[in-house]
């Protein structure tokens, strides 16, 4: 057994300097979006609700590149990119 | 690289991308392959398990090399279904998969994809990774080459996008727009390290043997999908997957599905003192038949998992890849000999995959998925009512055998699960529906042009 945490501790990543991720309006977060699915079905925990901040805070260098975040979102309000060449997770066993 | 023109870039160096570039540079077509990641596979996750055939029509005799891209030749297949405590297992062991040419094979598919782009690379094709194609150039409709995030600029007569399950080409090419949560499937996998002495005793495997485990049931937590268990040299792959659609129902995090998974009381001893080499995730396009994308537009054509070639009641689908990658780069070859790339004469291509396995298989798997889900009864109260019922006849407690069967069939028929499927399925209506049904979707298929 392990962590999330501990799980993508086994995985390299070389991470570009600017997010692939973004949250076009964060206002659909805090006032539309009661269960946030991001937040839990996401494999690597990239998105994670912060409360005094109010919004969803996007870990982007966690990402593992499933790109299901485009599709849990019920207001189509991930924007997810592919990171730029050669950046992201590099897989050693995939 | 830049402002190139070549007879076709391929996008994507997996298992289509490569089969498509071997295919063309072969033949002496200028071939370019363009992967994002810094080496191809690193994006890349499979189960995974690779079926002999496809690839030997490609490469002949790979698995004579003197270090071949494979882990184990699988003699072992079994099924598993699992309530809490319990497992049914149903398996099937075969003395003839020992035979070369070997059924399939576990692989390490980052080891895999590396060793198959460098096939590409020796027929001549020329690859370039960590290159991320962004968007597609246009002339007078017609896709004449890419763009990468760099901003450089290519060239070629057609575009073959073999760039995966969240294909940015196809989109950009207007030939999907988003796909739909209960389109596709994310499985999560650890790979975990165990000493081959170990694996052989564990699974009772001769050397260099594998098994394979499917396992559905309380695995999954109601949702549709399975886990899977595979043998590798040095290693096992662990994994489960499950419809986007249904994790987004149940809010349960993949990764605590996977960690449920490893304490299974069933599994637990089978993963021992395993260390974790690395933790995966990826999404498998499980839409089917239904899903699939035009296949082909002009200048342009789609193989492999960006077209939902897979078939996940089979577990097949880098097999799927390698046929299409091979097919769209014939239909490429063709067409230079013609010089048309027009999408009326592209539509070869599909002409081609209709004639081998692919279309036949994921049409007739078309509504399979479909048809589980509308029996979510299937996926958690059926398993634990089967194991019990074994647990129940298997466990000796002094009553008579008679006394215990009848017990057995007494739950079985009171449960409500079995009720209502036994209610909602034993009428004239759906028998006549049955038959009505496979009449109407053999017709179809015959009229498919």
Redo the contacts between chains.
């Keep these: ?2 962590t ?1 945490e501990e ?2 501790g ?2 390299a990543f ?1 991470n570009d300097h600017q997010s692939h991720i973004s949250i076009p309006n964060p206002k659909i977060c805090l006032t539309q979006c009661k ?1 946030k ?1 991001c937040t ?2 996401c ?3 990239v998105y994670d609700w912060d409360e005094s901040q109010k919004k969803i805070v996007v870990g982007y260098e966690n990402c ?5 975040a ?3 979102c ?1 207001f189509q309000n991930i924007r997810w990119e ?5 950046f ?7 | 690289m830049a402002d190139e023109k070549f007879d076709v870039i391929i996008v994507g160096a997996g298992p289509a991308g490569a089969s498509a570039a071997i295919t063309c540079a072969r033949t002496g077509l200028s071939t370019v392959l363009l992967e994002r990641g810094e080496y191809p596979g690193a994006k890349n996750v499979q189960g995974g398990i690779l079926y002999t055939k496809m690839l030997t029509e490609i490469i002949p005799d790979f698995w004579k090399e003197p270090k071949p891209p494979v882990e184990r030749h699988i003699t072992e297949q079994k099924v598993m279904l699992l309530s809490n405590q319990s497992a049914i297992h149903l398996g099937f062991k075969s003395a003839d998969w020992r035979k070369e040419p070997h059924n399939c094979y576990s692989i390490i598919r980052v080891s895999f994809d590396r060793w198959y782009a460098k096939k590409a690379e020796e027929a001549g094709a020329e690859l370039y990774t960590g290159v991320l194609v962004s968007d597609l150039i246009k002339k007078n409709g017609k896709i004449c080459g890419v763009k990468t995030s760099e901003g450089d600029e290519l060239f070629a007569n057609v575009v073959i996008a073999c760039d995966g399950v969240n294909s940015l080409l196809a989109q950009k090419a207007g030939l999907i727009d988003e796909w739909r949560p209960d389109e596709v499937a994310l499985a999560v996998k650890e790979t975990l390290a165990l000493p081959k002495e170990k694996i052989e005793e564990r699974f009772s495997l001769e050397a260099n043997e594998g098994a394979t485990f499917e396992m559905f049931g309380k695995v999954t937590e109601g949702m549709l999908g399975y886990a899977f268990l595979y043998t590798n040299k040095e290693s096992l792959s662990l994994g489960v997957g499950c419809k986007v659609s249904h994790f987004q129902k149940t809010g349960i995090p993949p990764y605590e599905l996977l960690d449920h998974l490893k304490a299974h009381p069933i599994l637990k001893p089978l993963i021992k003192d395993a260390q974790s080499l690395e933790y995966s995730g990826h999404l498998i396009p499980e839409g089917g038949y239904y899903s699939m994308p035009p296949l082909y537009t002009d200048g342009f054509l789609i193989a492999g998992d960006a077209a939902q070639m897979v078939n996940p009641s089979h577990r097949e689908g880098s097999n799927l890849a390698m046929t299409a990658g091979k097919l769209a780069a014939e239909t490429v070859i063709e067409s230079k000999k013609t010089g048309d790339t027009s999408s009326k004469f592209l539509s070869l291509y599909q002409k081609k995959l209709r004639e081998t396995f692919i279309i036949p298989d994921l049409y007739d798997h078309k509504d399979l998925e479909e048809k589980i889900e509308e029996r979510p009864e299937l996926l958690t109260d059926i398993p634990d009512l089967v194991c019990n019922a074994a647990y129940e006849y298997f466990n000796v407690d002094g009553r008579a055998k008679r006394d215990v069967q009848s017990a057995i069939l007494k739950k079985i028929f009171r449960n409500k699960a079995v009720r209502k499927i036994i209610k909602s399925e034993l009428n004239l209506k759906n028998l006549l529906g049955l038959f009505k049904g496979a009449v109407k979707s053999a017709l179809n298929y015959k009229n498919l042009s």
């Excluded at chain 1, 992201?88 to 995939?94: A, D, I, L, N, R």
Aim: charged residues 25%; glycine residues 14%; aromatic residues 6%.
């Design positions: 057994m392990s999330v799980k993508l086994t995985l070389k269960d699915p839990k079905v494999p690597a925990k593992i590149e499933c790109g299901a485009r599709m849990i019920p592919m990171p730029r060449g050669g992201g997770v590099s897989y050693k066993f995939g």
